[in-house]
């Protein structure tokens, strides 16, 4: 079973306005962390904000935020005022405790935002 | 402002060749990871290193792909012999930051033909 979840491969939003990314987990862990990444056409992934299982406010950087719903398992990110130079693909990630000690990183497949003018 | 170095960019090369890249990550960061992207597979963890330790490298196909970290400022992949299934791009990434968010390089796009 997939650990992270991303139903939409492609998303588009008109300039300015807000756009949510879904993301849905699978985790039988109370303790967990939660990530997005951004993929512009560079390649390099960039990561945008944070929220730990046992965060109860709902995570935001600038314009990003993460509509965190833990009884759902779902880390929606929410960008408000979209921007040109929001086209890009985003990942949710998934930070869990492994057997041994390590925390191992899962992605999803990501979903693809085109920002139109 | 750190960053995590990845050489080479680019590698073009024959089926049965060896690849070696290498990583620079940020310095202070303790953990180090090796992923692997495809269309078709999406981003792949390959190996993890805490403190230079190999934590894990379950993701890794271990007949032909290496990983190390002989000191603290490189970390290697190494695939003997290369195959055309092994063309992606190989990001390697180091964790720190308050809450050990992942640094990612560049990349380095290999093309095994």
Redesign the interface.
Known sequence: AQKITQTQPGMFVQEKEAVTLDCTYDTSDQSY?L?W?KQPS??????LI?Q?SYDEQNATEGRYSLNFQKARKSANLVISASQLGDSAMY?CAM?EL?S?G?????????TSLIVHP | DARVTQTPRDKVTEMGQEVTMRCQPILGHNTVFWYRQTMMQGLELLAYFRNRAPLDDSGMPKDRFSAEMPDATLATLKIQPSEPRDSAVYFCASGGGAVEEQFFGPGTRLTVL
């Open positions: 962390g990530f990444y560079s390649g390099e992934m960039i990561f944070y730990g990942f930070r492994a041994g390590s925390y191992i990183p899962t992605f999803g497949r990501g």
